[in-house]
């Protein structure tokens, strides 16, 4: 049995990250959207605002945290704080899933607010692993880790970025979120072939699909999330889709952020590939349930 059927993991559609700038749309619209991913960190706090806002995000629609700072990959301990602001937080919104990014963003308490790469080692394997093995007793919730863009590599690195995921995902037992942008600008950046990452990753793992745009700096891509996204990325995601079958799609865009109207047409099109490449029939697909409806263990 793989890990969405062992944990039920829903497939939620096409959804967007839940900006500020949308937030007028959002609330006093209410469009038409599948679901919406919100940056974990943004709401780890006791009230305010913040929590009002998601209060009524999740009155409308089904929500997922994604957090940009657990620095799963670094040496430090485990931020106990931290994941207990997390797990109030999935308390709050009951997701089926969170998730984060297989890096680490500091050392020695300074935090560089990047997404750092990691060495692809046995070492490295069996340390994230622990790690994650931790964090998803203590969260109670399903965890995935996301494959990062990245512009340097290490000298040490004995595998593949592919098989260093999925053996991680395998020894942690967790899922994966799987950027089909990143691995693309990573592609570029460092000459490997991305449709042998897509063939290379567990697909029964995969509980979520990133799609975001990146800029062409000449001589490296960079991911901004400022742009639409590109030929070659929708390419990876209909391989990845095939592999996967219909898993939850989200859009990022969060530099040079346009008006809702452009972002909707863009989950749109992922969507329209989706049905495409899965044959999918829309008008007799199984609507998502609205979060009332949902199972505490959902």
């Given amino acids: ?75 430090a301990p485990l931020d106990r704080g931290y994941l207990a602001r997390l797990k109030a937080l999935l308390v709050r919104i009951r997701p089926p899933w969170c998730s984060d990014h297989l890096c680490w963003t500091g050392v020695a308490g300074n935090d560089v607010h990047d997404l750092l790469p990691l060495p692809h080692t046995e070492e490295a394997i069996a340390h994230v692993a622990q790690r994650i093995r931790a964090v998803q007793d203590t969260l109670e919730t399903p965890f995935a880790i996301e494959n990062v863009s990245s512009y340097v590599a290490f000298q040490d690195s004995a595998m593949p970025e592919w098989e260093f995921v999925a053996r991680i995902a395998e020894a942690a037992d967790c899922g994966i979120l799987l950027d089909c942008n990143n691995i693309y600008v990573s592609s570029r950046n460092h000459g490997f072939d991305p449709e042998a990452y897509i063939d290379g990753v567990p697909a029964d793992r995969v509980v979520q699909i990133h799609l975001a745009g990146h800029t062409d700096k000449g001589t490296y891509l960079l991911d901004t999330h400022s742009d639409h996204v590109c030929d070659a990325v929708w390419q990876l995601y209909r391989r990845a889709i095939r592999r996967t079958g219909a898993v939850s799609t989200l859009i990022e865009w969060d530099e040079d952020i346009p008006e809702f109207d452009v972002l909707a047409a863009e989950a749109a099109l992922a969507r329209a590939t989706r049905e495409d490449t899965l044959g999918i029939d829309r008008e007799h697909a199984r609507p998502v349930a609205p979060p009332r409806e949902r199972s505490a263990g959902s």
């Fill in 1 to 75: 049995m793989g890990f969405r059927e062992r944990h039920s993991i829903p497939d939620l559609g096409v959804g967007v990250g839940c900006r500020t700038k949308h937030y007028p749309v959002i609330f006093g619209e209410h469009p038409a959207m599948d679901w919406f991913e919100i940056i974990s960190e943004n709401f780890m706090v006791d009230g305010g605002k913040p929590l009002s806002n998601l209060e009524q995000l999740v009155a409308s629609y089904r929500v997922v945290p994604h957090g940009v700072s657990m620095s799963i990959g670094t040496t």
